[in-house]
């Protein structure tokens, strides 16, 4: 670990509680951060279904948090303050979604959670990641996250488009 476990990732996200899904950070540099966590498997996982279940497609939620964790990880190292709270952020586009189980519950040890960073500016990033338990991949895929999204002026909608065309 770096010492970056679940208390400091609650200071980098804005969930609060068992919506903190991921037990803290392995490694990250400029490019990649790896996370892991076992939330999974605890009964009071807020993403569960009806069921008690909780599908493979939560692992979305998983990468986005990762995502959300080493964006400020490069914004404090960029400013040389402490990491803190992210800019809204809005999930804008998914792409080569790969679901390879049904569900996460259905592994009993810890999740690793792999995120890429492919491209960033002030308006959005590009993401790759990964979920794997041991050496079995779980879900895999590309995330687009639109920043500071929620403007009083502007849509989340609307933000989304401009980035998608190039509009400044």
């Known amino acids: 670990m770096t010492g970056i476990d679940k208390h400091a990732i609650s200071e980098m996200i804005p969930h609060a509680g068992s919506m903190i899904l991921l037990d ?3 490694r990250y540099d400029d490019e990649r951060l790896v996370a892991i966590t076992t939330s999974h498997v605890m009964p009071d996982n807020p993403l569960r279904d009806m ?3 909780l599908h493979i497609a939560c692992g979305i939620e998983y990468a986005a948090q990762a995502m959300a964790i080493h964006g400020g990880l490069l914004r404090a190292t960029a ?3 402490p990491p803190s709270k992210p800019r809204v952020g809005l999930l804008a586009g998914l792409r080569g979604i790969v679901l390879c189980a049904d569900y996460l519950d259905e592994m009993p040890g810890p999740l690793r959670i792999e ?3 492919l491209s960033a500016d002030d308006r959005a990033s590009l993401y ?3 979920i794997r338990a041991g050496d079995r991949l ?3 895929g590309r995330a687009t996250v639109v920043h500071d999204a929620i403007n009083p002026g502007l849509s989340p909608v609307r933000a989304a488009k401009e980035v998608a065309a ?3």
Request: charged fraction near 15%; avoid cysteine; proline fraction near 0%.
């Open 128 to 130: 790759t990641f990964e």
């Open 79 to 81: 400013s040389g303050a």
């Open 115 to 117: 995120v890429a960073s």
């Open 51 to 53: 069921q008690g279940r």
């Open 166 to 168: 190039g509009a400044g």
């Open 138 to 140: 779980m879900l895999s």
């Open 24 to 26: 803290g950070v392995e």
